[in-house]
């Protein structure tokens, strides 16, 4: 067993921060005496709301149409407007993740009190995060297109979760205060974004070089 350091930054707003679930759970509660429990939710970090916000979808015949009093803060095209169901990305609370370690794989997860509290549930993914530093992208979909997406302050609205080879590995999340080492990360997310390769690292192993100069002997 050993530690990995998977180090964020938020780029809605500084004060934003990720707190791990095991923290957010009564001690008095039951299941904090379930050896499963507590290795689930220790390696598991919730992201809440800085904020209030609202939208709702109002639908046609042949289109659908987004009501919100700040469009700036939602990303979204026809066609995953008008599917079905619709989807759209809200850009709030958002962070950059990176890591040193090899392959360690970032899951995006849904927060189970959304469909009940604020109508909405998060659209999930996983990939190898050793080999793509990537922002969290909180794509939607509505529960009940007749009610309004509502938001308040505090609401927590995704969970992150974080894989290695070794599941007793511990989780370090490191929320990283060097602007320089920021913006180096975040240029060279810009750079990968714009490859045409990023698809086969997604899910690829990491492919680390070999300090050793004699490396291939063992080989």
């Not at 050993?2 to 039951?30: A, C, G, M, N, W």
Request: proline share 6%; aromatic share 14%; hydrophobic share 35%.
């Amino acid at each position: 067993m050993s530690s990995k350091t998977i180090h964020y930054v938020s780029l809605y707003s500084p004060d934003d921060t990720l707190i791990r679930q095991s923290e957010l759970v009564d001690e008095f509660y039951v299941q904090t005496l379930c050896p499963v429990f507590n290795h689930k939710t220790s390696r598991v970090f919730v992201g809440h709301s800085p904020r209030d916000f609202s939208l709702r979808v109002d639908r046609t015949d042949d289109h659908n149409y987004l009501v919100c009093s700040e469009p700036e803060l939602l990303e979204f095209d026809d066609e995953h407007l008008n599917s079905p169901k619709p989807v759209v990305q809200i850009k709030f609370p958002k962070f950059l993740f990176w890591t040193y370690e090899d392959d360690v794989w970032w899951e995006f997860l849904d927060h189970p009190m959304t469909s009940y509290t604020n109508n909405f549930i998060a659209i999930g993914g996983w990939f190898n995060l050793s080999n793509w530093a990537r922002t969290n992208s909180l794509a939607v979909t509505l529960v009940d297109e007749t009610k309004p997406v509502i938001i308040k302050k505090g609401d927590p609205l995704f969970r992150v979760s974080f894989h290695t080879p070794d599941p007793d590995d511990s989780i370090i999340l490191k929320k990283e205060e060097d602007p320089e080492r920021v913006k180096e990360v975040f240029d060279k997310y810009t750079t990968n974004s714009s490859s045409r390769d990023w698809k086969t690292k997604l899910f690829s192993k990491t492919k680390t070089e070999s300090k050793c100069p004699v490396s291939f002997l063992f080989k």
